[in-house]
């Protein structure tokens, strides 16, 4: 399973060109609130085989108490990302997560699927052009491994 990070701008390119065949996509975007203009989310439509898209701030643990949000609270949805991450590996698609710049949500989204099923999850986080989000790859991680238990 090939894991590529892409952002809004780039997707949106490939989208009117030639998109990947077999391929899910997880997509970050904006919640109206206090630090976005509620960008709307990616259009995939007839394009990708498999769309989450799911709107969470792009925050770090040191700032969720601002928005009025725990480590507990924070992208509820990890869960359903980790089953839906399951079901596209199980068809053997290809996955590509996409966020507005394409450098913290989405990367710290493919960190935690490299660390989870490759055990090279260092690789994105080691990668100069990635701020990997920690509180979406803690997240993500933590419900892939707990994913069928």
Not at 77 to 101: L, S
Request: aromatic residues 14%; negative net charge; proline residues 3%.
């Amino acid at each position: 399973m090939k894991v590529s990070i892409y952002s809004r701008e780039e997707i949106e390119k490939i989208i009117d060109t030639d998109f990947p065949k077999n391929t899910a996509v997880i997509s970050f975007y904006d919640p109206k609130g206090i630090r976005s203009d509620n960008l709307t989310p990616v259009d995939y439509k007839n394009k990708a085989e498999m769309v989450y898209q799911v709107a969470v701030y792009d925050i770090d643990i040191e700032c969720l108490e601002d928005y009025g949000l725990t480590f507990d609270t924070y992208l509820p949805e990890a869960k359903e990302i980790a089953e839906f991450i399951y079901k596209a590996k199980e068809k053997g698609f290809d996955i590509i997560c996409q966020c507005h710049y394409g450098q913290s949500r989405s990367a710290g989204c493919a960190a935690a699927i490299l660390e989870h099923f490759e055990k090279n999850g260092i690789s994105i986080f080691a990668d100069y052009k990635y701020y990997p989000n920690q509180v979406i790859y803690h997240k993500i991680f933590d419900a892939l491994e707990k994913y069928n238990t």
